[in-house]
């Protein structure tokens, strides 16, 4: 009995691997099918090379880009990546997500300028975040989030001196944002945070100091009464940020 159960196993296995190799297969062909295309040419080959493109972002954001940048669609600068993903005109957001969230060059440079697009300058941290957040789909790794939550943080600060004495005050902030969002929206968080101990949590993260209780009471309630759009609320639910 127990070696019949193995074999069906083997078996079962056997059968999503070849499921796979079909899809890769698939896949490597599409892309294969866009590296044979020539570039340049007339107004209609350079629609079809900017539509190629995109369509190839979808499938691999590196070899998306490099093909916008060969066909002369993109120029490529840091600059001119980050406003395309800004504008994300035909891009998945996951995979705007994916780009930004790679530890290399030039992805972290294009991070920062992709951050600097946004005019946060009097703009409350809730509607900054649903800005920024809204344009992509944060990925699910712990590092990824903490890295493009930081240049959010940088740039937002930068941009509200007055409110936020340190970068790490907005920082610490937007990730209890979203940790609020994950108890408030998440139906298997049990324990709802309530607007008191959202408050206290933040207590003293102003440089040791407190950020006024109205801004934070503001938070929550705009939290409640709406979620953040496009956060992966794996990571903060399973209590990696904790």
């Not at 074999?7 to 294969?32: F, G, P, T």
């Amino acid at each position: 009995w127990y070696q019949r159960r193995v074999r069906r196993k083997k078996a079962l296995v056997k059968r999503e691997l070849n499921v796979l190799d079909q899809e890769l297969a698939r896949i490597n062909q599409e892309l294969s099918k866009f590296d044979s295309r020539p570039t340049g040419g007339s107004t209609n080959e350079k629609t079809l090379d900017d539509v190629h493109g995109r369509q190839k972002f979808n499938v691999d954001p590196k070899k998306g880009i490099e093909s916008l940048v060969s066909s002369g669609i993109l120029n490529d600068t840091p600059e001119d990546i980050a406003n395309l993903l800004y504008k994300g005109e035909k891009l998945n957001k996951t995979k705007i997500g994916e780009y930004l969230g790679e530890n290399r060059e030039p992805n972290l440079t294009v991070l920062r300028r992709f951050v600097e697009r946004f005019e946060f300058a009097k703009m409350d941290i809730v509607t900054a975040l649903r800005a920024f957040l809204g344009k992509f789909r944060l990925p699910g790794e712990a590092q990824k989030i903490d890295r493009m939550m930081e240049e959010f943080a940088v740039v937002y600060c930068e941009a509200n001196s007055t409110v936020y004495s340190k970068s790490d005050t907005c920082y610490v902030l937007a990730f209890s944002i979203i940790m609020l969002n994950t108890s408030l929206h998440n139906p298997s968080v049990k324990d709802k945070l309530t607007a008191d101990q959202f408050v206290k949590m933040n207590n003293g993260i102003n440089d040791g100091g407190d950020l006024p209780a109205q801004l934070l009471i503001n938070a929550y309630h705009s939290i409640k009464s709406l979620p953040v759009l496009c956060v992966d609320t794996t990571a903060f639910s399973e209590g990696r940020f904790s």
